[in-house]
């Protein structure tokens, strides 16, 4: 009998919450069969059999929450056998295959896959088969307009109105749906009169609670908030999407800049793009690559996806990056290289409309930058009092590695940076 356990998928996973069977108990399983869909605490992944052999138990449902290496399922190594005649099946070159209670090997692949007809897989993000799964709408029949014929949820929009071939057989949700009745609170025999209703948490959420707690709790904040004037790169960026447009190139945003704004202050501060491990901890490490990691609300909740060597990169580089990540967040997509690696984060709630706020750090990062909105303001030039544009930055910082002091001189270099937007497109 061979243990499939559950595999460890991102470097910060502790856990992972089955999200989907893709089989079920009696069901033959063949080497590269999709078997699990396990969500993390980044993202929502799916695993392939490495061994082959018939799925005899199937230890935790949908939903449940498992810990890395607690075994999921059970595998009989023995093969189903198949009416006719048959070519003997090679010996399996894994030992986990012949061993009492070994664990089963797992691979993990990146976008949801189902068979066509012909052989041929389908490719669809995770999203894409949820929402396939709940309107009835066959995978087989879609064309994909993503990269390599991937469908994605624009692909289904139509579809969505008018309905699709169904599949044979029933589907199953990929998560249980909560009663949209209101239940009772636990405790007394009365009525919570409050009329609360109970929303499960997602395997994300629950991680975002726990690290985010973990964070506020264990590493000594400070903030340092500073006020930039940026009348010149909002006048720069205008310009600069005005002559982007005429070129049919796409145009970049104000977080655009203050990415490579802040990507070029951390090389000249590099102190402050540094990690440190805990307490017990004899060293920090100050990277000497620049991965800023941009906090992004999409609606499976906040993710962090990480661009690599920002102060390397162009504006419209980063801007592109950015786009196709934020792309990639909204179909649960990301991969969990696309989410490790970094070495600060910032975080915009500008486009909100929010002016000042404070962010908590994402360990074992050292720093993280707060960015409000562009806002015209009364602001003294010379002698004159004159409407300028100006945003707020506040810097969160782990006071066990950064100073006040050095925090002053980042934000004071980065204000600088944005005054003079001319240094940041050079």
């Given at each position: ?94 030992t986990a295959s012949t061993t009492e209670d070994a664990p089963a090997k797992t691979r993990v692949v990146d976008h949801a896959v189902e068979p066509r007809p ?309």
């Open positions: 009998m061979i243990q499939i356990t559950m595999p460890r998928l991102s470097d910060t996973m502790s856990e992972g919450a089955i999200s989907t069977w893709f089989k079920k108990p009696g069901d033959q399983v063949d080497v590269g069969d999709l078997l699990v869909e396990i969500e993390t605490d980044k993202t929502t992944m799916e695993v392939e059999a490495y061994d082959a052999g018939r799925l005899t138990a199937i230890l935790h449902p949908e939903g449940a929450v498992v810990p890395i290496g607690a075994p999921i399922a059970e595998l009989d190594g023995a093969e189903v056998p198949t009416p006719g005649p048959a070519e003997p099946a090679p010996v399996p070159t894994s012909d052989g041929e897989r389908v490719l669809a993000t995770p999203l894409v088969r949820s929402i396939a799964r709940e309107h009835d709408i066959d995978l087989r029949t879609v064309t994909g307009s993503g990269p390599g014929g991937r469908i994605t949820k624009v692909d289904l929009t139509g579809l969505l109105d008018t309905g699709a071939p169904s599949r044979t057989g029933p589907t199953t949700p990929a998560v249980a749906v909560p009663d949209p009745a209101p239940r009772p609170a636990q405790g007394s025999g009365d009525t919570d009169r409050r009329d609360p209703q109970e929303v499960p948490l997602s395997q994300v959420r629950r991680v975002i609670a726990r690290r985010l707690a973990e964070s506020s709790r264990s590493i000594p904040h400070f903030t340092v908030t500073a006020v930039a004037d940026v009348e010149e790169l909002t006048s720069l960026r205008a310009q600069l999407n005005a002559r982007l447009a005429a070129s049919g190139r796409g145009k970049v945003s104000v977080n655009d800049l203050v990415v490579r704004a802040t990507g070029l202050a951390l090389r000249r501060h590099p102190d402050v793009n540094a990690s440190y491990r805990g307490d017990d901890a004899t060293t920090s490490y100050i990277h000497r690559r620049v991965n800023i990691g941009v906090a992004v609300a999409s609606p499976h909740g906040l993710v962090v996806p990480v661009i690599e060597d920002v102060d390397l990169k162009t504006v419209t580089q980063l801007g592109i990056e950015t786009k196709r990540l934020v792309t990639l967040a909204d179909d649960r997509a990301l991969t969990p290289a696309q989410m490790s690696g970094g070495t600060f984060t910032i975080s915009n709630l500008g486009m909100f409309g929010v002016e000042e706020f404070t962010a908590i750090i994402n360990p074992p990062e050292a720093a993280i930058l707060a960015v409000g909105a562009t806002r015209r303001e009364a602001a003294i030039v010379g002698d004159e009092v004159t409407a300028r544009h100006r945003m707020r930055l506040t810097l969160s910082a782990d006071h066990r590695i950064i100073d006040g002091a050095l925090a002053a001189q980042f934000l004071q270099t980065l204000t600088g940076l944005l005054k003079d937007p001319w240094t940041v497109l050079a």
